[in-house]
């Protein structure tokens, strides 16, 4: 290669690596501010502020959803299966909200390491399949589980 | 075929709307990105042809001086 | 290699076969986008949790890869123009800036009105969508450099770097779902496994961003060929070439 163009290829080389240090430190030190959500464990932890408008998030326990017949108050776990958190939320849950299905709500934490949430957001994870199979699968899934009684089977998908 | 009848295909079970607003958008735009495209390049077409018939005139005259400049339909 | 290399340089080479390229690109690559799309607006079925509304997914992704890879793209031409001052990879640049932030848009717009029904929300300051966001703005400020410029070397050198600082920006679009916690799904795509959706998602899926692909090469063509005529308008073969056409 022609030496100026070496010369020229070093600089912009130089250039590129520079800025990817510079984003990347940067990234790296607002990673708690570029995190949307707190998970459970960080909320366990005591990471999360109390009284502080928030954002938490994580899977829905199954069997953990008490709704109150009277009003639209609900009543649910969140869990990344190490620790679970607590969430009251009271209004219009998204069509996608269900037990073992991602979330993430804004609100606040209060003293005794409850959630309140002001909003439900519902996440869905990255795999599509159609309704019949899902119900093969499920079925599939509940037969094993009924004969050899494995209870981690069906948190495969988080 | 997913759906059973048109009407249930436009209607996508309530998410229809959503659904055609995302295609009416995605063929608009990437439609007049396209023409606006086919009609820009005509255009320069036209313009270095008109340029080059009126030959007469000496190279560097202002006509031909700043036409890399020239930005047809800027908008 | 090298010949190549400078055979591609030469604006009047690149534009014979640019002609001869774009009929194919255009009519394959539309052909293959309506056949995605209309697989996958009718035929496929629809998703165990989302129902129909995960449909936006055929136009969504595609808008979504091009965007991205249509900076790379950019960012290779803007390296080639710093280092070997190639007329034609700055010719490349600015023809296809604007594609690039019509397919980011087209992206964000789409999410936006498929994270409605499904999660809750248009819009949420993710990691995923902000960093997208910040896509669209580069692709903006590398079209507004590019025309505040007017000496053509030194606006051509200018916009080459901002689009190489800018090129950080898309591995962490690419990783942001996987460093920090989103509300943006991890992508359902990947080079080395299996696509976690049945074939016959997946199969349209991948006709539509083909297709998408191929016609972006048409309209890159076309834009191309466009600047060369404006830049090149005094040499003879510009004004033969014009001539030609027009009778």
Not at chain 1, 13 to 34: M, P
Not at chain 2, 30 to 59: H, K, Y
Not at chain 3, 24 to 42: N, R, S
Not at chain 3, 187 to 200: G, I, N, Q, R, V
Request: net charge positive; aromatic share 12%; with cysteine.
């Amino acid at each position: 290669m022609h030496p100026i163009r070496k010369k020229r290829l070093t600089i912009v080389l130089f250039l590129l690596a520079g800025v990817s240090v510079a984003v990347g430190l940067t990234t790296y030190a607002l990673r708690q501010n570029i995190n949307l959500f707190y998970d459970p464990s960080q909320i366990a932890e005591g990471e999360a502020p109390v009284d502080v408008r928030i954002r938490a998030g994580g899977m829905v326990e199954e069997g953990s959803v008490l709704r109150d017949p009277e009003s639209l108050r609900v009543e649910f776990k969140v869990t990344d299966f190490t620790s679970s958190v607590l969430m009251e939320y009271t209004g219009i849950l998204p069509d996608l909200f269900a037990e073992g299905q991602g979330v993430v709500a804004m609100g606040r934490l209060d003293g005794n390491g409850r959630f309140v949430a002001d909003q439900v957001l519902a996440k869905h994870d990255e795999n599509y399949m159609s309704p019949e199979v899902n119900e093969a699968l499920e079925k599939a899934a509940g037969k094993r589980a009924a004969m050899s009684d494995a209870e981690s089977e069906s948190a495969v998908s988080y | 075929m997913a759906f059973d009848s048109l009407g249930a295909f436009i209607a996508m079970e309530g998410h229809g709307p959503y659904v055609w607003t995302c295609y009416f958008v995605f063929f608009l735009l990437m439609g007049a990105i396209s023409l606006w495209s086919l009609r820009q390049r005509r255009f320069v077409i036209e313009q270095q042809r008109r340029r080059t018939g009126s030959r007469a005139m000496p190279d560097n005259s202002p006509a031909g001086a700043n036409f890399t400049r020239i930005e047809p339909s800027q908008d | 290699m090298w010949q190549i290399f400078h055979k591609l340089g030469s604006p009047k080479w690149f534009f014979g076969i640019a002609s001869k390229l774009m009929p194919w690109l255009l009519w394959v690559g539309a052909a293959m986008l309506v056949a995605g799309i209309v697989w996958g607006l009718g035929f496929a079925p629809k998703d165990y949790l989302q129902g129909n509304s995960y449909r936006i997914i055929f136009i969504h992704v595609p808008a979504a890869f091009l965007a991205q890879s249509v900076y790379i793209m950019m960012a290779v031409a803007g390296l080639v123009t710093l280092v070997w001052r190639m007329k034609l990879a700055d010719v490349f640049v600015r023809a296809v800036a604007p594609v690039g932030a019509i397919l980011t848009f087209l992206a964000l717009f789409t999410g936006a009105v498929w994270g409605k029904p499904t999660w809750g929300t248009w819009w949420i300051w993710d990691a995923r969508l902000t960093s997208m966001l910040i896509l669209l703005f580069l692709y903006f400020g590398v079209m507004a450099l590019g025309a505040a410029i007017s000496d053509e070397k030194s606006s051509a050198r200018a916009v080459a770097v901002l689009v190489l600082v800018g090129v950080v920006n898309i591995p962490i679009i690419k990783y942001s779902v996987e460093w920090w916690n989103t509300l943006h799904q991890p992508a359902t795509f990947k080079l080395t496994e299996k696509p976690s959706m049945p074939a016959e998602m997946w199969v349209p899926l991948l006709l539509s961003v083909l297709g998408l692909y191929l016609i972006f090469g048409w309209l890159a063509c076309l834009r191309m060929q466009t600047e060369i005529l404006v830049r090149e308008g005094r040499t003879r073969w510009v004004k033969e070439l014009v001539q030609a056409r027009g009778n």
